[in-house]
């Protein structure tokens, strides 16, 4: 009976140890879904050199001091985006980052390499733009808050935003270790403080994906009077874009201070 009852601990560990070692080794494809890219009128592609990428942006080019970046969620072609974000914001240049291995762009994801992407879009936009506004969506959030913490960015508004990756994959992997297995973080929650651009943080009342709680955790982390929290109602973490209220809440960003 000993014998049997240690045989099987033995083999349950093993097992346990296995999908540790699974979830280390393949969580990138949790996290990233690369989608290809469309091809949506009016648009512009141009291409980004970065450090070890080929990246490519889908732009809407507009002369003036004012543009707009756009980071999108884990499994999104950006592309689909342009329509709206050109109808709220129609004084804006605008340009929509391909993930590392998304839509044609280059390299492999990562939160380091797109943290560092960001950046070097930034700086390209901002030599022919005074006032860059950061949009960021779901995964994409965490990106412009770490380049917002950063970058003297204009305007900020985050769609469906998390604190965190780590406390989003502790909440769906709870037996396993994800404070030490896990590599992309996405601590949204560490940078926020270090904001000071005027932000909205865009939530859908009814997120199957990032909670609501993790939204308003984020939301505490900014300084005072610096972020504003608005829920769309009836919505969920796909649907959020298409309520009627969505481009209206963007229009009413706050202007910088």
Same mark, same amino acid.
């Given at each position: 009976?000993?014998?049997?009852?240690?045989?099987?601990?033995?083999?349950?560990?093993?097992?346990?140890?296995?999908?540790?070692?699974?979830?280390?080794?393949?969580?990138?494809?949790?996290?990233?879904?690369?989608?290809?890219?469309?091809?949506?009128?009016?648009?512009?592609?141009?291409?980004?050199?970065?450090?070890?990428?080929?990246?490519?942006?889908?732009?809407?080019?507009?002369?003036?001091? *004012? @543009?707009?970046?756009?980071?999108?969620?884990?499994?999104?072609?950006? $592309?689909?985006?342009? !329509?709206?974000? +050109? /109808?709220? #914001?129609?004084? *804006? @240049?605008?340009?929509?980052?391909?993930?590392?291995?998304?839509?044609? $762009?280059?390299?492999? !994801?990562?939160? +380091? /390499?797109? #943290?560092?992407?960001?950046?070097?879009?930034?700086?390209?936009?901002?030599?022919?733009?005074?006032?860059?506004?950061?949009?960021?969506?779901?995964?994409?959030?965490?990106?412009?808050?770490?380049?917002?913490?950063?970058?003297?960015?204009?305007?900020?508004?985050?769609?469906?935003?998390?604190?965190?990756?780590?406390?989003?994959?502790?909440?769906?992997?709870?037996?396993?270790?994800?404070?030490?297995?896990?590599?992309?973080?996405?601590?949204?929650?560490?940078?926020?403080?270090?904001?000071?651009?005027?932000?909205?943080?865009?939530?859908?009342?009814?997120?199957?994906?990032?909670?609501?709680?993790?939204?308003?955790?984020?939301?505490?982390?900014?300084?005072?009077?610096?972020?504003?929290?608005?829920?769309?109602?009836?919505?969920?973490?796909?649907?959020?874009?298409?309520?009627?209220?969505?481009?209206?809440?963007?229009?009413?960003?706050?202007?910088?201070?």
């Amino acid at each position: 009976m000993l014998r049997t009852v240690s045989t099987f601990l033995i083999i349950l560990a093993s097992t346990y140890l296995a999908l540790c070692v699974l979830l280390f080794f393949f969580q990138r494809a949790f996290i990233y879904f690369p989608q290809p890219r469309a091809q949506v009128p009016g648009a512009e592609t141009w291409q980004l050199t970065t450090d070890g990428a080929q990246l490519l942006v889908t732009a809407r080019p507009h002369s003036g001091p *004012h @543009a707009l970046i756009y980071f999108g969620g884990n499994a999104e072609d950006v $592309s689909y985006s342009l !329509p709206g974000l +050109a /109808a709220a #914001f129609p004084d *804006h @240049a605008i340009y929509l980052l391909h993930y590392r291995g998304y839509g044609g $762009s280059s390299g492999t !994801p990562s939160e +380091a /390499a797109l #943290f560092a992407d960001a950046l070097a879009l930034f700086d390209r936009v901002q030599a022919g733009h005074r006032h860059v506004t950061v949009v960021g969506r779901s995964l994409g959030s965490g990106v412009a808050v770490h380049l917002a913490s950063q970058r003297p960015v204009a305007r900020l508004v985050l769609v469906t935003p998390y604190s965190s990756i780590q406390q989003l994959a502790e909440q769906r992997f709870p037996y396993f270790p994800m404070r030490w297995l896990l590599r992309d973080k996405f601590e949204s929650w560490r940078y926020a403080g270090q904001v000071s651009a005027p932000t909205l943080l865009l939530a859908a009342e009814g997120d199957e994906v990032i909670p609501l709680a993790s939204t308003q955790a984020l939301y505490e982390r900014f300084p005072a009077g610096t972020a504003r929290l608005e829920v769309i109602q009836g919505t969920d973490h796909n649907s959020i874009s298409e309520s009627p209220a969505y481009i209206p809440a963007l229009r009413d960003l706050p202007r910088q201070r």
